[in-house]
């Protein structure tokens, strides 16, 4: 694990402190941003700074006014151009692309060909409802995307002509020399000229949850991004310290630019939802081209009116068509989306929530995904034993013991410094050598401003009692050394009691070899090496960050701090492990997804053993498990890593294009994967998952805009809801789909079958598009609204060559298809052979249909459960929907422009009781057929 100390400091100067001299101040540093231009593919990282100068022609004063203008006008504006909102036209016209969408196009233009105007303007209404709930939707989502959206520098102090300006970052060219500070977000590429405890947040470019101590010094070309120091990227942060840096890159040119331009280059792969209903469609076009067929055949052959041929078969075409299916899809999809929302998951496209419910693998970053993205003290290590605090949020690392808060004297009550115990001076001496600042919170926590390992430090000590303002009051300090990467440590010289106390943090082995004793429970006795170095192995195997600290006693106060910088003779005090701890939640989501058949995988720009030590505390991978390190995955060519992703479940230290790789070899094993992430880093790859989920709230905007789906709360626990929001919302679109389709199978076997028989048509072109748009689609509607079935998560993913209805549901479609036709035919035929009327046997056999539809609404509400097993109140609109269609089929019957435009009539009370226990039989047959498939299962539900 990484134990370095890797504080930065900066900010003022305290009142009481010694200046530092220039050796160990160096001079004043910042950063700067550049244009979308950059000098040449120049390996700026490679080169001195001094050269880099040179080659953009340069100065230490910077550019004058006149060549930035002119530099300017060549490269243009330092800016990412940002994908622009789709048109209402484009988003209008997007509604009209799903092949079912074409079916009824079809349906349309031959209805209207027969001069059947009523029937062409009821599929019209159906499809601009289609394509209005669509594009609501989906322009909403766009909407409340735009509104995350925030600007990433827009101001950046600058040397121009030798006078510090501040300007807008968009004016910035490759040349300009920027100064940096802490806090600021670095507005371009830089290379750093100079460095004064200077580190910055790289997470969101790649991945690494600590802050990246920086240095002017050159570095070999081959050396990776993450490893650059003497560069800084547009986008990430300055945590602590100045720079001065000069701009080599602006704009597309910047890192963060080339990566979103990968990320808007890759095409998005076809939804499983887009699959499987192009094969739905293909098979309802062939079921339509055959049955058109076989009736046009049949009735030529047997010397029939080829005009009542071709309306039979325009009937059997329209009745096959399922119209209210594209309404349908829209609309759960809809519904899901906004329960999505009120969990804080924001979809941008509405097949990405169906897609959610397919995934099979989850492919996640860890630094502010998984984890919090800020650093907290779990474990002390002093007077040769460890104590485990609790862990801030409940979080604790996969094995330690338990931990507890110890009570320690109030620092106001100490006098002398030999009354704090090992453990108070261990948390002391992280205390005063610390450049950030703590303050309370109104929920009585704390909070810190400065590097996250210093503020951690603050927090474990406050939470002991040993607040910040208190010891420093009762320590003041007199001189301090800051950190420096070639010292590893820093220090505070104090004054306590009259007395001068050296109080020194750093790497372990770097304290260690300036100490000569160990403080003990009984008193200092000699240094004990290896057991300190022991501990601290310990807490490494916790993925635990380990700091050292050492304190003595000075015999004079120090003249100049450069009498600091090479303290022996220490006490060795204790060590102090943090870690970026997981979000709440985290691990019990991670095994819910588990459960769900959902296989979850880290992939990460942090340390190998920091990301295996997390992957075994959220149970991604047991300890010991492989790692894939970028290194070795560069090594690997396309062929290899597809068999390297099928075991390797953490991959650490990878860059951009190691993710979209990764990716790519998991869907060639034809996983659907769904990718989450927040930084520049993640973009291409959200973009060629088959679902990119992005953070909301710490997400950058190329990262959202790559995304399918957005994370309001930026939390991996909103995954697993968001993927049982899916699944649900593809088993309610399951469900209206048979719905919807049992109906067309029932006519499927109607109609060719009274033209086997040589009746007349028992049911019109008009009456057939009555039940599939109106009394049909009203039912249909509620299902969209129906609540999760309990045992939703504990399925595994379906099966990935299963299309929208499975194989059980198609067998009971059919079943249900043949009982429905057999019943309305015999109603129809008794009905016209007891009165005569066609009309009247028309009226009963469509009314048959209707009744039929409304006992069918309820054995589809589950696939496997018995309807007396369902709450029949969890869904309140299918009562209204049943009621609506019952009372709308009615009116009809005796409303004067309905009758004419439908051709039916009132039906006697008598024939309505016959309608009913004839349709009640439906009933009965499914009911049996859930009995048998739950003892004898096909399939999947």
């Not at 930035?68 to 484009?90: C, D, K, T």
């Not at 520098?153 to 490759?174: F, K, Q, T």
């Not at 520049?680 to 088959?690: C, G, I, S």
């Not at 009562?879 to 009758?899: D, E, G, R």
Request: proline share 7%.
């Amino acid at each position: 694990m990484p134990s370095d100390h890797e504080a930065g400091h900066g900010g003022e100067e305290a009142p009481n402190r010694r200046s530092w001299p220039a050796g160990i101040r160096g001079t004043e540093q910042a950063q700067s941003a550049g244009g979308p231009g950059t000098a040449g593919p120049v390996q700026w990282h490679a080169l001195p700074a001094e050269q880099c100068v040179r080659l953009l022609q340069s100065s230490s004063e910077g550019l004058t006014h006149t060549e930035a203008r002119r530099r300017l006008a060549r490269y243009g504006p330092n800016q990412i151009e940002e994908i622009p909102p789709p048109s209402v036209l484009r988003l209008i016209l997007h509604q009209f692309t799903s092949p079912l969408v074409y079916i009824l196009l079809v349906a349309a233009v031959v209805t209207a060909l027969l001069g059947e105007w009523i029937d062409t303007g009821v599929i019209a209404a159906a499809l601009l409802l289609n394509a209005a709930i669509g594009f609501a939707q989906e322009h909403q989502a766009e909407q409340s995307l735009r509104s995350l959206m925030r600007s990433l520098a827009p101001r950046a102090r600058v040397l121009r002509g030798g006078e510090e300006r501040l300007i807008d970052s968009r004016n910035l060219v490759p040349g300009d020399i920027v100064l940096l500070e802490s806090g600021t977000r670095v507005p371009a590429d830089l290379r750093l000229l100079t460095t004064i405890a200077l580190q910055i947040d790289e997470s969101l470019l790649t991945g690494e949850s600590a802050p990246v101590v920086k240095r002017p010094e050159p570095v070999a070309p081959e050396t990776p991004l993450a490893e650059r120091r003497g560069m800084a990227y547009a986008g990430t942060i300055v945590t602590s310290g100045r720079g001065r840096g000069l701009v080599v890159a602006t704009g597309r040119e910047t890192e963060l630019g080339k990566i979103a331009a990968v990320s808007r280059e890759e095409v998005q792969p076809e939804t499983p939802l887009q699959r499987q209903i192009g094969q739905f469609t293909r098979t309802i076009a062939l079921v339509v081209l055959i049955t058109v067929a076989a009736i046009a055949g049949v009735g030529l052959a047997r010397g029939e009116d080829p005009l009542s041929i071709f309306t039979f078969a325009v009937a059997a075409a329209v009745s096959i068509v399922p119209e209210g299916l594209p309404i349908v899809v829209t609309i759960v999809l809809a519904v899901s989306v906004q329960r999505m929302a009120r969990r804080n998951a924001i979809v941008r496209h509405l097949p990405a929530v169906e897609t959610l419910g397919s995934t099979t693998v989850i492919g996640t970053d860890k630094t502010g995904t998984l984890t919090e993205n800020r650093m907290a003290v779990r474990a002390i290590w002093s007077a040769g034993e460890f104590l485990w605090l609790e862990p801030p949020g409940g979080t604790d690392p996969e094995g330690t013991p338990g931990g507890h808060n110890p009570s320690l004297p109030k620092v106001e009550q100490v006098q002398r410094v030999e009354e704090l115990s090992p453990v108070g001076l261990t948390l002391v001496a992280g205390v005063l050598p610390n450049e950030a600042r703590l303050m309370p919170t109104e929920d009585g926590a704390w909070a810190g401003i400065g590097d996250p390992t210093e503020v951690a430090l603050l927090i474990a000590a406050a939470r002991l009692g040993l607040v910040q303002r208190d010891v420093r009051a009762l320590f003041p300090p007199v001189a301090e050394v800051p950190f420096e990467p070639e010292h590893r440590f820093s220090a505070a010289a104090c004054r306590c009691d009259g007395e001068l106390y050296l109080f020194v943090k750093g790497a372990p082995e770097r304290v260690l070899e300036m100490s000569s004793f160990w403080l003990t429970a009984r008193g200092p006795a000699p240094l004990d090496r290896e057991q300190i170095l022991a501990a601290a192995s310990t807490m490494g195997q916790y993925g635990l960050r380990v700091l050292a600290m050492a304190y003595r006693r000075l015999d004079h106060e120090p003249e100049d701090v450069a009498e600091l910088l090479h303290p022996s003779g220490l006490t060795f005090l204790g060590l102090q492990g943090m870690w970026d701890p997981p979000r709440p939640g985290v691990k019990a989501a991670i095994a819910e997804c588990r459960q769900a058949g959902i296989r979850v995988v880290m992939i990460t720009g942090d340390h190998a053993d920091t990301a295996s030590a997390i992957a075994a505390e959220l149970g991604i991978a047991p300890a010991g498990a492989p790692v894939l390190v970028g290194t070795q995955l560069s090594a690997l060519d396309d062929d290899q890593l597809r068999e390297a992703v099928r075991d390797v479940d953490v991959y650490a230290r990878v860059e951009p294009i190691h993710k979209l790789r990764i990716v790519r070899a998991l869907q060639a094993h034809g996983e659907v994967v769904a990718v989450t992430g927040d930084g520049v880093n993640d973009a291409p790859a959200l973009r060629a998952a088959n679902v990119g989920i992005a953070m909301g709230r710490s997400g950058t905007d190329v990262a959202r805009e790559a995304a399918d789906v957005v994370l309001a709360d930026d939390n991996f626990v909103t995954i697993a809801a968001a993927v049982e929001e899916g699944r649900g919302a593809f088993d309610n679109l399951r469900k209206a789909t048979f719905f919807l389709v049992s109906t067309s199978a029932a006519m499927l076997v109607a109609l060719p079958a009274a033209v086997l028989l040589g009746w007349p048509l028992p049911l019109l072109p008009a009456q057939l598009l009555w039940l599939n748009v109106v009394t049909d689609s009203l039912q249909d509607i509620t299902m969209a609204f129906e609540p999760k079935e309990p045992e939703l998560m504990r399925r595994r993913p379906r099966p990935r060559g299963e299309g929208i209805l499975s194989p059980v549901l198609w067998e009971r479609m059919l079943l249900s298809g043949v009982v429905m036709a057999a019943g309305t035919l015999w109603l129809f035929d008794q009905t016209l052979e007891m009165t005569g009327s066609l009309a009247l046997a028309r009226s009963v056999a469509v009314t048959s249909v209707v009744i039929y539809q409304v006992f069918q609404a309820w054995n589809a509400r589950s696939a496997t459960r018995s309807i007396f097993q369902i709450n029949p109140f969890s869904n309140r609109y299918l009562f209204i929907a049943n009621a609506a269609s019952l009372a709308i089929h009615v009116a009809a019957l005796y409303l004067p422009p309905t009758q004419f435009v439908l051709r039916v009539e009132p039906i006697p009370l008598e024939v309505w009781w016959h309608i009913v226990l004839v349709a009640v039989s439906l009933l009965a047959v499914v009911e049996l057929h859930k009995l048998v498939r739950r003892r004898w299962p096909l399939g999947s539900p």
